[in-house]
């Protein structure tokens, strides 16, 4: 089993639309967690981290849920430029495991 | 956006040959990370370094080498380059390890015939 697995891309929503996106994690004794951006032939950015609280950046939340071992991605109102993959990052010990990515296009 | 740069941005060799890639940051930062990303994988580290001519290996470390004489610069060696080490190769820093945000350089692009 990979250590960090996302949902399957691509998602493609209308603009307005509100999207979510989920990944799961296999080391329970991860405490980092980071959702990244990635443009397309770009370096991946960092969007935010991820809290036990849950988190929320305007129009991202994101989620943390220890007890089923995944993370949440829920972005509102998505604008034509969410278009990117966004990556899911946890650590493994002391390096950091990222997810393959899920690409999301947001069409006019 | 971090002081990062990364050189050559693009690169075309031959199998067999050595190819050193550079990693540069402004940052002052004391860990510094090489990756490689492939279609259908997450980043995947190669090696990492917390501090000057401090290194270890990572997850896909075989057919790489790697050097730090300074805080700044953070080098990968391909000694004989291979077509399964063709890539995008990023290089990414943070101040502590594990628990710290990674930025990323703008990556290299490597293909090897």
């Known amino acids: 089993r990979k250590e960090v697995e996302q949902d399957p891309g691509p998602f493609n929503v209308p603009e307005g639309a509100t999207v979510a996106f989920n990944c799961t994690y296999s080391?329970?004794?991860?405490?980092?967690f980071f959702w990244y951006r990635q443009d397309c032939r770009k370096e991946p950015k960092l969007l935010m981290s991820?809290?036990?609280s849950g988190n929320e950046d305007g129009r991202f939340t994101a989620q943390l849920n220890r007890a089923s071992q995944y993370i949440s991605l829920l972005i509102r109102d998505s604008k034509l430029s969410d278009s990117a993959t966004y990556l899911c990052?946890?650590?493994?010990?002391?390096?950091?495991?990222f997810g393959p990515g899920t690409r999301l296009s947001v069409l006019p | 956006d971090a002081g990062i740069t990364q050189s050559p941005r693009h690169k075309v060799t031959e199998t067999g040959t050595p190819v050193t890639l550079r990693c540069h940051q402004t940052?002052?930062?004391?860990?510094m990370y090489w990756y490689r990303q492939d279609p259908g994988h997450g980043l995947r580290l190669i090696h990492y370094?917390?501090?000057?001519?401090?290194?270890d290996k990572g997850e896909v470390s075989d057919g790489y080498s790697v050097s730090r004489s300074k805080t700044e610069d953070f080098l990968l060696t391909l000694e004989s380059a291979t077509s399964s080490q063709t890539s995008v190769y990023f290089c990414?820093?943070?101040?502590?390890?594990?628990?710290?945000?990674?930025?990323f350089g703008p990556g290299t692009r490597l293909t090897v015939l």
């Open positions: 990414a820093i943070s101040e502590a390890r594990g628990t710290d945000t990674q930025y």
């Open positions: 080391n329970s004794a991860s405490q980092s």
């Open positions: 991820v809290y036990s």
């Open positions: 990052v946890g650590n493994y010990g002391q390096n950091f495991v």
């Open positions: 940052e002052n930062h004391r860990y």
């Open positions: 370094s917390y501090g000057v001519k401090d290194t």
